[in-house]
């Protein structure tokens, strides 16, 4: 992988540097973590794929990183922006403890600039303002002493991206494993490896969007210059570290919705991830500077469904499509219904505890 930045300098913002040394004194900046000294006063970000290299008084691309003197800081260490007990499923995540709550934080910032996005609000929202960060004081410690009083059985870190924040992450996770909760990141997958082995040893599941297999859509669409770093990092999350992997692909009418594509990304998912990799297609609705395309229709989210069957995955699910069947687990050997989903409510049918069809034995790939 490239420790070369990916960002033109001329995107990143000036920092009010008088306020933000206040708030250091105060305790509320975090040291940043990989953070590699350069000439000049310059340090390079190396906690995801865009590596910002950040002049002294300025931010990193996600706004969220500031470089005042030479020492990059997290601006968003104790910062959420929201929290909720959900159900695994509605991350989605299907495979790994059915029916469980995770706890589920965002913060603020994002590392991509999706034209689509459906976040905007919380993603752009600007976490270089000293006075909306100081609002904020969550600390992992409070994370899971929420998560136990929510009845939750795992945390997640989701709503924004996870990618950039890895100093609040990483104490969270750390703590989570002690406290026996399960652990979850909600991802767009352009973490950097060197962030994915700091994780790793304390991080359980891996739900990433693979977007598509073209690069211009993460050109042109997400202004990020090629999907294969992304790729590379699952791989790595699924073969050294040996997480629970879901990956979920949007499919955006005339982006990423030819058959050559889908089947292209099943049989990456499958060669690279395992075939018993859950794959959830998802419908698109349009928004923002997408407004001019027609939502997904349903007719082709069913033909992603075959595409990845045929193309070997055992478990393809719909996304934002209420249909009768499109969210239900079947073995793949026999058709039993294992698990029956009716929006975010799973209910387990018929799925022994290691996870097997009890008629035949067929790993499902599911851990209860
Ligand atoms: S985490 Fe932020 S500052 Fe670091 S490389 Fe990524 S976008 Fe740049
Ligand atoms: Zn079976």
């Known amino acids: 992988m490239p420790a070369q930045s990916v960002v033109d300098e001329s995107e990143l913002m000036d920092v009010q540097e008088s306020e933000w040394r206040a708030l250091k004194e105060e305790g509320v900046l975090r040291e940043a973590l990989l953070q590699e000294k350069l000439d000049g006063g310059r340090v390079r970000c190396n906690v995801c794929q865009r590596r910002c290299s950040i002049p002294s008084g300025k931010a990193g691309y996600c706004m969220t990183r500031i470089n005042l003197g030479g020492i990059v800081y997290t601006t968003i260490y104790g910062v959420i922006s929201s929290a909720a007990a959900d159900p695994i499923e509605k991350k989605p995540v299907f495979h790994y403890k059915p029916g469980s709550l995770c706890y589920s934080v965002g913060s603020l910032g994002c590392n991509f600039r999706c034209v689509f996005c459906q976040n905007w609000q919380i993603s752009f929202a600007d976490a270089v303002q000293p006075t909306v960060v100081s609002q904020y004081n969550f600390l992992p410690q409070d994370l899971i002493r929420s998560a136990q009083e929510a009845a939750c059985e795992g945390v ?157 995955l055992k478990f393809v699910y719909l996304g934002n499509l209420a249909t009768a069947t499109g969210q239900n687990t079947y073995c793949y050997t026999d058709g039993t219904l294992s698990i029956e989903r009716s929006g975010y409510r799973a209910r387990i049918v ?19």
């Open 156 to 312: 997640a870190w989701t709503y924004n991206e996870p990618g950039i924040w890895l100093e609040y992450t990483l104490d969270g996770a750390r703590l989570a494993k002690d406290a026996g909760l399960y652990t979850v990141y909600v991802t767009n997958g352009y973490v950097t490896e060197e962030h994915l082995d700091m994780i790793g040893p304390y991080l359980d599941v891996y739900r990433v969007d693979i977007k598509s297999m073209s690069d211009s859509l993460y050109r042109e669409l997400i202004r990020v210059p090629t999907a294969a770093g992304i790729l590379e990092v699952a791989k790595r999350a699924r073969q050294k570290w040996g997480m629970h992997l879901e990956c979920v692909t949007n499919v955006i009418p005339t982006w990423n919705d030819s058959e050559d594509n889908l089947r292209q990304t099943a049989r990456w998912i499958a060669d690279n991830l395992g075939d018993a990799t859950p794959w959830h297609v998802t419908r698109f609705f349009p928004y923002a500077k997408l407004q001019n395309l027609p939502p997904t229709p349903p007719a082709a989210l069913e033909k992603a469904v075959e595409i990845g069957r045929q193309e070997g």
């Open 350 to 368: 018929a799925v022994t505890p290691d996870g097997k069809c009890p008629t035949d034995g067929t790993d499902l790939n599911l851990h209860l």
